[in-house]
């Protein structure tokens, strides 16, 4: 079976898949990333052969050992845990949130989470998509699963390096809400939403939005919480962490050589780099 690959080793998307290949890249690149490692596309092949019936596969001892010595060497708990496919974030179609992404996973819920993250390319929607894609004639794709520490955010978001609706280059678009980003990411809340000049190095517009609602831990997970008034009234980015994020989305943007949509967290004033990928022309 292929051995575990840590953001230092990875290389290939092939073996990987896009999305930590990225990462790896950032990673290597000196980026802020959280430490994370791949179960590499191979691992899940091997599952899903071993069984007619995914659903009812269970983890060999080989394998339980070989992600847990991963687990104990290359992060610290708790960890996110997500999908990395090569025709995941394609410039004419994003996957983003037709696999599954579990949050604040620790060791005792770390293999439920990782079968979850390999049963998501046999759920209706991710299948749907595939197909209306012309992806593979709808079959599943080999998956990737990244394994990568948690950041407890205080104020998360995704950031654009061009304009996404007018497709201004000149223009990086911020959006942010306080707590973790996924009622961000998934549409449940109106954020903050901040333009940015990256030629005249200025904060050209800033739109306060309702943030009603964040995403905070829960004890395995995460739940949907109250803003209070405070943070509804109040910007979740200060001028600095604007800047700072500027100059970071540039930086990234020149690494790839396109355009970027990168999801990023704020933990304590410290900016951490979640994802980075094309921007997409397709849902």
């Known amino acids: ?31 802020p990333v959280p430490k994370g490692f791949v179960i590499p596309a191979q691992t899940f092949e091997h599952a899903v052969q071993s069984d007619q019936d995914p659903y009812g596969w269970v983890f060999p001892e080989y394998m339980r050992q070989e992600i847990e010595a991963a687990y104990k060497k290359y992060v610290q708990p708790p960890v996110v845990v997500r999908s990395s496919c090569s025709i995941e974030d394609l410039e004419s179609a994003s996957f983003a949130g037709q696999y599954e992404t579990i949050l604040n996973v620790h060791f005792v819920n770390l293999l439920e989470s990782i079968k979850r993250c390999w049963l998501s390319v046999y759920q209706g929607h991710a299948q749907s998509y595939l197909t209306q894609r012309g992806s593979a004639g709808g079959q599943a794709p080999a998956m990737s699963v990244i394994v990568q520490e ?26 942010a809400n306080f707590g973790l980003g996924e009622a961000v990411v998934s549409g449940l809340v109106t954020p903050d939403v901040f333009a940015l000049s990256k030629q005249r190095n200025a904060i050209v517009a800033r739109d306060l939005g309702d943030k009603d609602c964040k995403t905070i831990l829960d004890r395995y997970g995460t739940r949907i919480a109250e803003t209070t008034s405070q943070e509804q009234s109040s910007f979740s980015l200060n001028d600095e962490q604007l800047h700072e994020l500027r100059a970071m989305i540039m930086g990234i943007e020149t690494l790839f050589g396109y355009p970027v949509d990168v999801e990023f967290a704020y933990r304590h004033g410290k900016l951490h780099i979640l994802q980075a990928r094309n921007i997409t022309n397709g849902g």
């Open 1 to 31: 079976m292929p051995k575990m690959i840590p953001f230092t080793d990875a290389r290939t998307e092939d073996e990987i898949g896009g999305k930590a290949k990225n990462l790896a890249l950032l990673f290597q690149s000196r980026f």
């Open 150 to 175: 948690f950041v407890h955010a205080d104020v998360a978001g995704v950031a654009f390096s061009k304009n996404p609706i007018t497709g201004n280059d000149d223009e990086i678009i911020i959006n």
